[in-house]
């Protein structure tokens, strides 16, 4: 099946960008941009469509497109992002989006970011955090429901998004950092934790049978590996310094028109 995937280029003041766990280290620009041009490629070769959204060089977190919307098959939810920096960073992603699906906008007092959310066939799993609040949730859930989706909060501790401390590597397993999210939010799923030593390695992409990851973790990638995951790994420490993995930089989508029966 066709995948289209929807990027944004690094913004030049990405070193002016959110953080929240992390402290500020120097940012190589020129490196982020090479490790996202890497990371298209990788989507590409995995077999996605790349459609980049208009660089938005004065929204210094436009990279992390994924937090603005939350895609499904039926519908998609233009986010209110909870920085408020990051909140004009919808208005491209819901005119790039509208030519593929209904939507549905999310409006105040809701904040809700797409990196809060873990979709596992009709279930999501969405992050209670600094980001997403439960006016967020609630508007969700309305949204979804007609669809037959159910939205699950899930409270977590030590990162940013709930998708840092856990993601869907196939329709039932979580990889997940037991630390920052317990195991008993999945409950009824099969449960793979990341390697102790590598906190931020519980997020992956998923594209079609392959998993995108990050290449600086490689005790959770062998234990990946020696499940029978296809794992491709992509460099991405760079934006990493600036909270950001594999699921922010995109949003992946079946491309078919608004309203059309899945
Ligand atoms: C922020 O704080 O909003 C950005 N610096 C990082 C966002 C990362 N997004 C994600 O994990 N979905």
Redesign the pocket.
Known sequence: MMIFALTRSVSPSLAD????HLAREPIDIAKAVEQHATYEALLRSLGAKVIQTPAAPEF??AV?I??TAVVLDELAIITR???ES?RGEVIDVAHALVDYRRLFTMTAPATL????VVRMGRTLYVGRSG?TNDAGIAQLRDAVAEYGYSAIPVDFTGC??L??AATAVDDNTVLLNRAWVSPSAFEGRTILDIAASEPFGA?VLRVGDALVYGSQFPHTRAMLDAHGFSVATVDCTELAK????V??CSLLLSPRLPGETV
């Open positions: 960008c959110e953080l929240t210094p977190d992390f994924e937090d992002p909870g920085a990051r970011d797409g990196g809060d980001r940013l998004h998708k840092t997020n600036a909270e950001g993995a699921t922010c």
